[in-house]
């Protein structure tokens, strides 16, 4: 009897198989195509952004050069360890340039946010759309400007000869001129005000497209019950364009750590005399490499602001998936 009850279960299993294979060829079927398309993206991604992570391992090594192989120098260079990051952490530069790109980005992800929605509110307020689109053009223009032409514009203000603020402005308000390029006190002022207007005009766009996309029955609604412009911004606009909010601060957050270098390099003119409120984190890598040609050093500063940015955009998530949810990046 046990004999007929094993014959009995043996095909059960084949059986089994064979419908998940069955399941597995209807799906490659159906969603097979989809994967094609993923994959040329996906190949890029490794070789642009994975293989190169390869690349990391420079921050332990001392780099030598005797050999025209890059690959040779990378293999033959002797493994110092941690010797890199403690010269850079003992070193005076390290808390200034961090110091400097944590702060100039926390006032970027603010002044974005804040500037931005608020455009977003006034375009999305007006009642000529012509004027809107005419509007957020304009605006938007700054933003496909290269780093070198902004540089020239701001220099054309900034020009301690010539430049429109010594030459006018300042002189109307009765203030003296200034030498914009060695008095670094002004450019934490300066900088944010370059980027903000230079970026403005793509986070409104992002914003007015989440307003937008809100259903005008709601504001109906709070029409009918008496309120107000402001109490509909604050009750209705705000809360429905919260989760674009919180997913465009989060991956701001996520480049904390990394500084835009043209606005930091070439805005700045790279004048030493600014490097106390200049100097960041992406403009020093460039500086070690450039001027003492100590590539594991420059590795170094590189890999600490990949991995402390990785760990800011986990935390900030995290803290936002505890609060809500719903409005977590992953």
């Known amino acids: 009897m046990d004999q007929a009850t094993q014959a009995a279960a043996q095909p059960a299993p084949a059986k089994a198989n064979a419908k ?12 097979g195509i989809f994967y094609l398309m993923m994959a040329p993206a996906l190949v890029v991604l490794i070789i642009n952004n994975y293989i190169p992570m390869i690349g990391g391992l420079i921050a332990f090594k001392n780099m030598t050069y005797a050999s025209p192989s890059f690959f040779q120098n990378f293999m ?35 002044m974005n946010l804040i500037v931005g929605v608020s455009f977003a509110l006034m375009f999305n307020a007006m009642r000529n759309r012509r004027q809107a689109k005419l509007h957020q053009t304009i605006m938007f223009l700054p933003y496909f400007l290269s780093m070198i032409i902004l540089s020239y514009l701001v220099y054309a203000f900034l020009n301690p000869d010539i430049g429109i603020m010594n030459r006018f402005i300042l002189p109307w308000f009765g203030a003296q001129p200034i030498d914009w390029f060695s008095d670094p006190k002004w450019w934490p002022v300066i900088l ?70 043209g606005l930091f390099f070439q805005v700045t003119r790279n004048a030493g005399a600014l490097y ?42 995290l803290i936002v998936r505890r609060i809500s949810k719903d409005d977590a990046l992953f």
Do not use: C
Request: hydrophobic share 45%.
């Open 76 to 110: 033959d260079s002797p493994w110092v360890g941690w010797d890199n990051f403690h010269y850079m952490f003992t070193s005076s530069d390290a808390w200034r340039i961090t110091r400097n790109t944590i702060l100039y980005n926390a006032v970027f992800i603010v």
């Open 192 to 261: 944010p005000i370059v980027n903000t207007w230079k970026g403005i005009g793509y986070y409104a766009v992002i914003y007015l497209a989440a307003i937008v996309g809100i259903d005008n029955e709601y504001y109906e609604a709070a029409h009918m019950d008496g309120a107000t412009k402001w109490r509909q911004v604050w009750s209705i606009t705000i809360p429905l364009i919260r989760p674009v909010i919180i997913i465009m601060t989060l991956l701001q957050i996520g480049r904390i750590f990394y500084a835009d270098f």
């Open 276 to 317: 106390d409120t200049t100097l960041v984190i992406d403009t020093y890598v460039y500086q070690g490499f450039l001027v003492t040609g100590d590539i594991g050093m420059s590795s170094a500063a590189g890999l600490y602001q990949a991995v402390i940015g990785f760990i800011l955009v986990l935390t900030a998530n």
């Open 20 to 31: 998940t294979k069955t399941l597995n060829q209807g799906y490659w079927q159906k969603y």
